[in-house]
Structure formats: structure tokens, C-alpha cells
């Protein structure tokens, strides 16, 4: 991790880390199941969910 000012940048290994952190605290699973549930349509609609998603596009 590198702080510059306000801003942080985390390398590829971090944000999987960080994806896969709160993939277990938010939603008490991996973010490898959360992957296969989503690619199936398995995930219920939530604030989780969303925010996860939103984390992925970082990865």
C-alpha cells in the first residue's frame, strides 16, 4: 500500500485481499463462492452485495 496525500493505491494482491476480507465479514463467505454465486445468480440483492460489487471493479 502507498499513501500519497488522501490518496491510497493498493497493488493486485491487496485489493483481492481487501475483496476477499469483506467478502467474509459482510457476507460470511469467500470471495471465490461469492464469484461462483454471482456468476450463477445465487446472490440476494443487498447493500453488501452491491458494495462488493463495486469493490470488484478494482480488482
Do not use: P
Not at 469483506?22 to 445468480?41: D, N, P, T, V, Y
Amino acid at each position: 500500500m502507498v499513501k500519497n496525500g488522501s490518496m491510497v493505491t493498493l497493488n493486485k494482491k491487496e485489493v483481492e485481499n481487501l475483496i476477499n476480507n469483506e467478502c467474509k465479514k459482510r457476507l460470511g463467505i469467500s470471495a471465490k463462492e461469492f464469484l461462483q454465486k454471482r456468476e450463477h445468480g445465487k446472490l440476494a440483492k443487498s447493500t453488501a452485495v452491491h458494495d462488493i460489487e463495486m469493490l470488484l471493479k478494482l480488482a
